[in-house]
């Protein structure tokens, strides 16, 4: 089937290390996002990719990091430098940039700083 | 930067139609207007999408004004599953990104 998948579900971390959320889509889209949820809470945009090897810093980009080294895949590393990680991050992808096709969202990574 | 402005919650019953209003500050000529719907600890799923006028699909319709400075997602005879946050997303400042600000939280009683 096609579709955007999260790993791992649920990540713990301890306070200092870092650690890296993983993001797939088979849908052949070009751009992909990562957003945080924090409880109550709307999302808050990241970062955003709209082609391979190319990315762009949202809102809220200090503490993270990302890469698209393929089409298909999108990782966020979470580093030591974000003081308040513990949040739900979800990742999405759309066909082409912007608003005027329909965004996928993966289920979510929910990541707790232990 | 273009920003979204939508009431933070709403409340009704089941059976009754739900009309939840958005207000977008500066959108672009060629933007779409899109919401969204999330239950909780999961990802957002599209509902629906228009440029102006009305759009009707099988869950809801979408009333956009001529001017596009706003839209009304209407969803009707709402049942307990409709209970969610939704949210109308706008392009931010770069074009190409997409913020969803903080949504109406729907809570649909019996």
């Known amino acids: 089937d096609g579709g955007i998948t999260q790993s791992p579900k649920y990540l713990f971390r301890k306070e200092g290390q870092n650690v890296t959320l993983s993001c797939e889509q088979n849908?052949?889209?070009?751009?992909m996002y990562w957003y945080r949820q924090d409880p109550g809470q709307g999302l808050r945009l990241i970062y955003y990719?709209?082609?391979?090897?190319?990315?762009q810093k949202g809102d809220i980009a200090e503490g993270y990091s990302v890469s698209r080294e393929k089409k298909e895949s999108f990782p966020l590393t979470v580093t030591s430098a974000q003081k308040n990680p513990t949040a739900f991050y979800l990742c999405?992808?759309?066909?082409?940039?912007?608003?005027?096709?329909?965004?996928?969202f993966g289920q979510g990574t929910r990541l707790t700083v232990v | 930067l273009a920003k979204t402005t939508q009431p933070i919650s709403m409340d009704s019953y089941e059976g009754q139609e739900v009309n939840i209003t958005c207000s977008h500050n500066?959108?672009?000529?060629?933007?779409?207007i899109t919401w969204y719907q999330q239950f909780p600890s999961q990802g957002p799923r599209f509902i629906i999408q228009g440029y102006k006028t009305k759009v009707t699909n099988e869950v809801a319709s979408l009333f956009i004004p001529a001017d596009r400075k706003s839209s009304t997602l209407s969803l009707p005879r709402v049942s307990l599953s409709d209970t969610a946050v939704y949210y109308c997303p706008v392009k931010g400042g770069n074009n190409n990104d997409m913020r969803f600000g903080a949504g109406t939280r729907l809570t649909v009683k019996p």
């Open positions: 990719s709209q082609i391979v090897n190319d990315f």
């Open positions: 849908l052949n889209h070009d751009a």
């Open positions: 500066n959108i672009a000529t060629n933007d779409y």
């Open positions: 999405a992808s759309s066909p082409a940039q912007g608003l005027n096709t329909e965004a996928f």
